[in-house]
């Protein structure tokens, strides 16, 4: 399966290659390159929109890029900004990250974060909005906890099997040194609940410690 799709933007070009360099392996990263003079700037809906606002723009500047946000679905805008922009994009303050922006902070916010709305596998449609999965033939389904939501949206988006360390760091915000055994928990329940809902797809155990969805 194709990685999903997220659109920097940014005025820095030292963000732009660290953020390529860390997403890289993760998602398709499209650079985009801009400053006050944001005319020609186009937020896509369709992928997540991670936005950079120097702390040398201008209030002015800020309101015109709000503008042309107005009509964006906010599950797919993430804005770093200094903190005193903050009364000025009090309205998105659920996608803030203030700088210094540290990379564990923006991969959890965006695991947060709708990078879409529904997946498909197999026979089952997840739907991350709601957090449930359906069978696409009976229609039958099942709730999810926002962890099992995320753990399945990334094991369904891993063309390999994901380790558990990865789960941990990226889902469940461990460390990656960290051997949990929450993450058994998690996948355990979110195994009973798939078979509730599909004879087709699970979760299965590759090797020691990795995880795939077959």
């Given at each position: 399966?194709t990685?999903e799709i997220?659109?920097?933007?940014t005025s ?17 990263i499209?650079i985009?390159y801009?400053?006050?003079n944001?005319?020609k700037?186009?937020?896509i ?6 936005i ?9 500047d800020?309101n015109?890029?709000?503008?042309k946000?107005t009509n964006i ?5 993430l804005?770093c900004?200094?903190k ?5 994009f009090s309205?998105?303050?659920n996608?803030l ?11 959890k916010?965006i695991n947060?974060?709708s990078?879409s709305?529904?997946?498909i596998?197999n ?8 957090k ?9 389904n099942?709730?999810?906890t926002?962890i099992?939501?995320?753990i ?9 099997s994901v380790?558990?360390e990865?789960?941990n ?5 461990y460390?990656k040194?960290?051997?949990s055994h929450s993450?058994?928990s998690?996948i355990?329940r ?11 797809t ?5 090797d020691?410690g990795?995880?795939?969805?077959i």
């Open positions: 399966m990685n997220i659109n920097i933007f820095k070009k030292i963000i732009a290659e660290t953020l390529t360099n860390k997403f890289k392996s993760l998602y398709q499209n985009n801009f400053d006050p944001i005319k700037i186009i937020f809906d369709l992928y997540l929109n991670i950079f606002i120097s702390p040398s723009f201008t209030t002015t800020c015109l890029i709000i503008k946000l679905d906010k599950s797919k805008i804005i900004i200094d005193k922009f903050n009364s000025t309205k998105f303050k996608n990250i203030l700088y210094p922006v540290h990379f564990s902070d923006l991969e916010k947060i974060l990078l709305t529904l997946f596998f026979d089952i449609q997840l739907d991350k909005k709601n449930k999965i359906i069978n696409t033939i009976s229609k039958s099942v709730l999810l926002s099992e939501t995320n399945l949206v990334l094991l369904i988006n891993s063309q390999q380790s558990k990865e789960i760091s990226r889902v469940l915000g460390s040194n960290v051997n993450l058994d998690h355990y979110l195994r009973k609940k798939l078979v509730k809902v599909s004879s087709k699970e979760i299965i155990t590759k020691k990795f995880y795939k969805i």
